[in-house]
């Protein structure tokens, strides 16, 4: 079976219910910010997504992509059925009925650590229309560097609800954690001292060491 179409014409919500309990790759044609989409389907079930011919590792990334791609409301679809072949690469396994569901929990695991301090990514991709409000809240905070703790007190929201907020910003690509900057200790004093010479024999010694570890021949 092959089916064709637009999301003009046809809402994403409904095309996913069609295909809630079929096999088979669903195909968007330069729909997502212009690039091609390949869904890899098992019963219903999201197994793998590509984008332009790369996975995409992350069940959550998966998800915004699909929930941007079903606000912008438009881009043509092809979904062929078929069986997929031993050993095809699946990342993932999640049903297409709650795919574009906002308020899908994220297990605590995949979560941030409060203190873990985030910065917005210089060139950033479009911010998902379903990201949109989060993104406007917490981006002030996080232009200079924001932890969820700090996040929490700032905006009112439960630490929780920022880390869940900062998880899916970061599977989005807006977002990604800061390196701790490396903090300053005491400058040793340089002794002036003369550096003593390196006795023969430990030289001999040392080129002997590496001559074996290189495989060379014995002296």
């Given at each position: 079976?092959?089916?064709?179409?637009?999301?003009?014409?046809?809402?994403?919500?409904?095309?996913?219910?069609?295909?809630?309990?079929?096999?088979?790759?669903?195909?968007?044609?330069?729909?997502?910010?212009?690039?091609?989409?390949?869904?890899?389907?098992?019963?219903?079930?999201?197994?793998?997504l590509y984008l332009d011919g790369f996975p995409v590792m992350e069940g959550e990334r998966a998800?915004?992509?699909?929930?941007?791609?079903?606000?912008?409301?438009?881009?043509?679809?092809e979904f062929q059925r078929r069986e997929h072949a031993p050993g095809t690469l699946t990342f993932?396994?999640?049903?297409?009925?709650?795919?574009?569901?906002?308020?899908?929990?994220?297990?605590?695991?995949?979560?941030?650590?409060?203190?873990?301090?985030?910065?917005?990514?210089?060139?950033?991709?479009?911010?998902?229309?379903?990201?949109?409000?989060?993104?406007?809240?917490?981006?002030?905070?996080?232009?200079?560097?924001?932890?969820?703790?700090?996040?929490?007190?700032?905006?009112?929201?439960?630490?929780?609800?920022?880390?869940?907020?900062?998880?899916?910003?970061?599977?989005?690509?807006?977002?990604?954690?800061?390196?701790?900057?490396?903090?300053?200790?005491?400058?040793?004093?340089?002794?002036?001292?003369?550096?003593?010479?390196?006795?023969?024999?430990?030289?001999?010694?040392?080129?002997?060491?590496?001559?074996?570890?290189?495989?060379g021949a014995r002296a």
């Open positions: 079976m092959a089916l064709f179409g637009d999301l003009q014409d046809h809402a994403l919500g409904d095309l996913l219910k069609v295909l809630a309990v079929q096999t088979g790759t669903l195909y968007f044609h330069e729909a997502y910010q212009g690039r091609t989409l390949e869904l890899i389907l098992t019963r219903g079930q999201l197994r793998a998800r915004d992509i699909l929930r941007e791609l079903g606000a912008q409301g438009r881009g043509a679809f993932y396994d999640l049903p297409l009925s709650g795919m574009l569901d906002t308020d899908a929990a994220v297990a605590p695991e995949h979560l941030p650590h409060a203190d873990t301090r985030f910065g917005t990514v210089p060139g950033s991709p479009p911010v998902p229309a379903p990201l949109a409000g989060t993104w406007a809240v917490l981006r002030p905070a996080l232009h200079t560097g924001a932890s969820a703790a700090e996040l929490s007190r700032q905006v009112g929201w439960s630490e929780d609800d920022v880390r869940a907020a900062l998880h899916r910003l970061r599977s989005a690509g807006l977002v990604a954690p800061l390196r701790a900057a490396a903090v300053p200790g005491p400058v040793a004093a340089v002794s002036a001292a003369p550096v003593p010479a390196v006795s023969a024999p430990l030289v001999q010694r040392l080129l002997g060491a590496l001559r074996r570890l290189g495989g």
